[in-house]
């Protein structure tokens, strides 16, 4: 936890066609489409039926020099065999203790068997038996959860199941609010004089250093229960309000907002967040029905500020790694007065507290 890290995005090539099948005299319902005389069985012309791969093969020697395209099946073929052995790893390391099972007789190989991970998982042993082979075959959200709690496999293992069996992993928002170490806190520290903050998805405060507690903190948010941007920017007077153009960037911060909502749709914590927060702001209440959604990025703001009048920052966020749903935004100086500003806020502080 606490290195920060950026994912790279990868395309995959899905022009090359699956194979159909090899011999239509097979299929119920088609007539008249046997083979030629002489023509080898399984094939309707007598040569090897015509694979995704080796379309792409011969794509690729029709192209000199060119790389062969990434097929949906090429990239099966690789995913497989890791899935095979990636499950035979996990369930070697889980013994009958573990799950409250009898030893039973000698057993050759450590770790349950396949037909106990299929008995606790709820599902087929013979199923178990070919997905552990990395035969192709489906697998649901619902069943691979069943496998994984089995195999007792944690998050970053779970994911990795859920990738090599090319299922869509949906992160679980259980608990928006989590708590940050010292490790977090100790990075956002070492920040100030610039200001930083970890936010979750919710815009809910989880950490601040000095510096942000200078810039934007103010007595309102101490009724709040867990300090909220949101909360702050909408309830509190707009005489109060640190932003200087508050009506340009709030509508920026919901769409954001919006664009996490829909993770976690239908949970009770955020019903009750966006309700809560549409009574008690029309004017929140008017942005989020406009259904507009924006991802997190750098945004350049400008504060004010009582001491030392209007401070130009540029905000970046940077995500954490083990803490999916929280980001650490630090944000930094645009110009040489707001670089003086924050060296000035600094000061005051310590003067007045000593640290």
């Not at 090899?22 to 008249?32: E, K």
């Amino acid at each position: 936890m606490g290195d920060v890290t950026m994912g790279d995005v990868t395309t995959m090539d899905t022009t090359s066609r699956a194979p159909g099948p090899s011999n239509p005299q097979a299929l119920p319902g088609v007539h008249g489409a046997g083979r030629p005389t002489g023509a080898a069985r399984g094939s309707a012309t007598g040569r090897a039926p015509r694979t995704a791969d080796a379309g792409a093969a011969s794509a690729a020697a029709r192209t000199p020099g060119s790389a062969p395209a990434r097929t949906p099946a090429a990239s099966a073929t690789r995913r497989r065999p890791e899935l095979a052995a990636f499950l035979r790893s996990r369930r070697a390391r889980v013994t009958p203790a573990d799950v409250g099972m009898p030893p039973g007789p000698r057993r050759r190989t450590p770790g349950l068997r396949r037909e106990e991970v299929a008995q606790l998982s709820g599902v087929g042993v013979t199923w178990y038996t070919w997905l552990e082979q990395g035969r192709p075959i489906n697998a649901s959200a619902q069943v691979l959860d069943a496998v994984a709690r089995t195999l007792r496999l944690d998050r970053a293992e779970r994911e990795h199941l859920y990738h090599l069996a090319e299922v869509p992993y949906a992160v679980r928002h259980e608990a928006v609010a989590e708590t940050v170490g010292p490790e977090i806190q100790g990075i956002i520290d070492a920040l100030d004089p610039h200001p930083a903050v970890v936010y979750n998805t919710r815009y809910d405060i989880l950490a601040t250093n000095p510096a942000y507690r200078d810039l934007f903190m103010v007595p309102e948010m101490e009724t709040i229960g867990v300090p909220n941007v949101l909360w702050t920017l909408f309830v509190v007077p707009r005489c109060d309000c640190p932003l200087v153009f508050r009506d340009a960037e709030l509508p920026v911060m919901v769409a954001t907002l919006r664009g996490a909502y829909g993770r976690h749709v239908g949970e009770p914590a955020w019903e009750e967040f966006v309700r809560g927060l549409s009574l008690a702001s029309p004017e929140f209440a008017e942005l989020w029905a406009s259904g507009n959604v924006i991802p997190p990025g750098p945004r350049v703001k400008t504060f004010r500020h009582a001491a030392v009048g209007e401070l130009r920052m540029t905000s970046v966020s940077l995500s954490i790694n083990g803490m999916p749903e929280c980001r650490i935004v630090a944000y930094t100086p645009d110009d040489e007065e707001t670089r003086r500003g924050t060296a000035r806020l600094r000061e005051l502080r310590h003067a007045e507290t000593g640290r």
